[in-house]
């Protein structure tokens, strides 16, 4: 069985670092890239990037690009988002999804998402 | 600003059908071969309902049926059920080699 869990819930304060992570199992970690999703209260979803565990090749939203990290640790299947200096403006459930992708002979690019871990709740507060 | 807009809302009473739909706004947007579907009712993880344009992973009711015409996806929901309640997003890989969601659909059950 394919599953992706998430570490627990975080309180934190602003201006502190943060790494939550999302280990999988039931699944060749390497064969799939693992993306990164976030859903502020009340709001939709939002891609924030991506990783190729095989390689750890990344590839970042516009909007998240340079504000957080992305890694993986493919002896342990476990991927990784990390900030290195959070903001109240960080608070939000973050997602890790499984993503299929597709190669033509230039390029990959990532399709749907079919697992999903259970979220983390990340909280920024003083 | 996400570049894949869907309605805020739609209703639909048991039984009725809905059809939500998700239309490129910018031309960032593949050509819509993988556009995929997820359900995500209050309180949970995104599932997956639809995967390149209109195929229906294991265990997906098959009242749940993805199309495309042209720059507009669309995941329609036949014979309405109580369990259906929740919001709707799509998503597209785009021409930069990421990813997008859309803007998200609240369905009501009426």
């Known amino acids: 069985e394919v599953q992706l869990v998430q570490s627990g819930a975080e309180v934190k304060e602003p201006g502190e670092s943060l790494r939550i992570s999302c280990k999988g199992s039931?699944?060749?970690?390497?064969?799939?890239?693992i993306s990164w999703v976030r859903q502020m209260p009340g709001k939709g979803l939002e891609w924030m990037g991506r990783?190729?565990?095989?390689?750890?090749?990344?590839n970042y939203s516009p909007s998240f690009q340079g504000h957080v990290t992305i890694s993986a640790d493919k002896s342990i299947s476990t991927a990784y988002l990390q900030w290195s200096s959070l903001r109240a403006s960080d608070s939000a459930m973050y997602y890790c999804?499984?993503?299929?992708?597709?190669?033509?002979?230039?390029?990959?690019?990532?399709?749907?998402?079919?697992?999903w871990g259970q979220g983390t709740l990340v909280t920024v507060s003083s | 600003q996400s570049a894949l807009t869907q309605p805020p809302s739609l209703s639909g009473s048991p039984g009725q059908s809905i059809t939500i739909s998700c239309t490129a706004t910018?031309?960032?947007?593949?050509?819509?071969?993988?556009v995929s579907w997820y359900q995500q009712p209050p309180g949970t993880a995104p599932k997956l309902m639809i995967y390149e344009v209109s195929n229906r992973p294991s265990g997906v009711p098959d009242r749940f049926s993805g199309s495309k015409s042209g720059n507009t996806a669309s995941l329609t929901i036949s014979g309405l059920q109580a369990e259906d309640e929740a919001d709707y997003y799509c998503s597209s890989y785009t021409s930069s080699s990421t990813s997008v969601f859309g803007t998200g659909t609240k369905v009501t059950v009426l």
């Open positions: 999804a499984r993503q299929r992708f597709f190669c033509s002979s230039t390029r990959c690019l990532g399709a749907d998402f079919d697992y």
């Open positions: 910018s031309s960032d947007v593949g050509s819509f071969s993988r």
């Open positions: 039931g699944y060749s970690f390497t064969a799939y890239w």
């Open positions: 990783i190729d565990p095989s390689d750890s090749y990344t």
